[in-house]
């Protein structure tokens, strides 16, 4: 069987895509041109790839089971293209897909978007919201990089540790506690919110005050760190949340920021990437242009 192997890069589109023009404008080709290839490619799979549903098209079962094989399949052909040619930013034209913790997208989003603009105007960047489960993304290729609080247990994760960041709490201008030093016991008989995308209402800092003989009431826990800080804003609820990646948020609402009175270690910040881009240099590129952008946010602090 002969089959065109450009197909694979058009089948990548249009299933990223989820349409025919805007896998064409991705490609730089006519939409005509894409609506062959998507008949080729039914011709070549025996099923439709992508169906119509209203105004918009939906790929069919089969079409999602393959989308992570095929979009691996084009990355590692493009890095075998690619290994020994030099890294042009000028023309790159590449989609990058970022998948960091709510508060850092929100602390360095913007940053890293302006950086990678200007200097490789060709590239795309997602910013897709965490999952609420540990998903294999790194591995499938689906994720070029993300960041975690902690290093991979897999081996063929890569890491790099770009910060450590200090726990602070946060409530509203005029809450009680502002009011005197904040001490421990007045910090674990207030009311808590905590932050987790799993809705956890148990996190390492009820451990610690629990081998201190004490316990803090945990009210709610919310997604994001946006939903919690607005929640603090509006209510009694205390957050307690890293310093860093939140302070610029935590000024635009005006809240209060005090100092966490239990000691606890920094929170470390690692960005993971697959070991198959270990050779790739506009992968290269987009990690050091990621950790330069938070290590900004922490300033001259020496990462050790």
């Given at each position: 069987?002969?089959?065109?192997?450009?197909?694979?890069?058009?089948?990548?589109?249009?299933?990223?895509?989820?349409?025919?023009?805007?896998?064409?404008?991705r490609?730089?080709?006519?939409?005509?041109?894409?609506?062959?290839?998507?008949?080729?490619?039914?011709?070549?799979?025996?099923?439709?790839?992508?169906?119509?549903?209203?105004?918009?098209?939906?790929?069919?079962?089969?079409?999602?089971?393959?989308?992570?094989?095929?979009?691996?399949?084009?990355?590692?052909?493009?890095?075998?293209?690619?290994?020994?040619?030099?890294?042009?930013?000028?023309?790159?034209?590449?989609?990058?897909?970022?998948?960091w913790?709510?508060?850092?997208?929100?602390?360095?989003?913007?940053?890293?978007?302006?950086?990678?603009?200007?200097?490789?105007?060709?590239?795309?960047?997602?910013?897709?919201?965490?999952?609420?489960t540990?998903?294999?993304?790194?591995?499938?290729?689906?994720?070029?990089?993300?960041?975690?609080?902690?290093?991979?247990?897999?081996?063929?994760?890569?890491?790099?540790?770009?910060?450590?960041?200090?726990?602070?709490?946060?409530?509203?201008?005029?809450?009680?506690?502002?009011?005197?030093?904040?001490?421990?016991?007045?910090?674990?008989?207030?009311?808590?919110?905590?932050?987790?995308?799993?809705?956890?209402?148990?996190?390492?800092?009820?451990?610690?005050?629990?081998?201190?003989?004490?316990?803090?009431?945990?009210?709610?826990?919310?997604?994001?760190?946006?939903?919690?800080?607005?929640?603090?804003?509006?209510?009694?609820?205390?957050?307690?949340?890293?310093?860093?990646?939140?302070?610029?948020?935590?000024?635009?609402?005006?809240?209060?920021?005090?100092?966490?009175?239990l000691?606890?270690?920094?929170?470390?910040l690692?960005l993971?990437?697959?070991?198959?881009?270990?050779?790739?240099?506009?992968?290269?590129?987009?990690?050091?242009?990621?950790?330069?952008?938070?290590?900004?946010?922490?300033?001259?602090?020496?990462?050790?």
């Amino acid at each position: 069987m002969q089959l065109d192997l450009n197909l694979l890069t058009a089948l990548d589109a249009l299933l990223e895509e989820g349409s025919v023009a805007g896998a064409a404008a991705r490609l730089h080709v006519t939409a005509p041109a894409m609506s062959r290839s998507l008949g080729r490619i039914r011709k070549a799979t025996g099923d439709q790839i992508l169906v119509r549903t209203g105004r918009t098209m939906v790929p069919t079962t089969r079409a999602l089971a393959m989308r992570a094989q095929v979009h691996a399949l084009v990355q590692q052909a493009h890095q075998l293209l690619s290994a020994q040619q030099e890294l042009d930013l000028a023309t790159l034209e590449r989609v990058f897909t970022v998948r960091w913790h709510d508060a850092l997208a929100a602390a360095c989003g913007t940053a890293l978007i302006t950086a990678v603009h200007r200097r490789a105007p060709g590239v795309q960047l997602r910013l897709p919201a965490e999952p609420g489960t540990d998903t294999p993304e790194l591995r499938r290729g689906e994720v070029d990089l993300e960041s975690s609080s902690g290093p991979p247990t897999l081996p063929d994760i890569r890491h790099r540790l770009v910060g450590r960041d200090r726990l602070v709490v946060a409530v509203r201008p005029g809450h009680p506690l502002i009011e005197g030093p904040l001490s421990l016991e007045r910090y674990a008989a207030a009311e808590h919110l905590t932050v987790s995308r799993r809705g956890r209402l148990h996190d390492r800092i009820d451990d610690a005050l629990t081998a201190r003989g004490l316990e803090r009431r945990v009210v709610a826990a919310g997604p994001t760190t946006t939903f919690a800080l607005r929640l603090a804003l509006g209510t009694d609820l205390l957050v307690t949340l890293p310093d860093a990646v939140t302070r610029a948020d935590r000024e635009q609402l005006g809240l209060i920021t005090m100092p966490l009175p239990l000691q606890l270690p920094d929170v470390p910040l690692y960005l993971l990437w697959h070991q198959r881009y270990d050779d790739d240099r506009a992968h290269t590129w987009l990690r050091e242009t990621a950790a330069e952008t938070v290590q900004a946010l922490f300033g001259a602090r020496t990462i050790a």
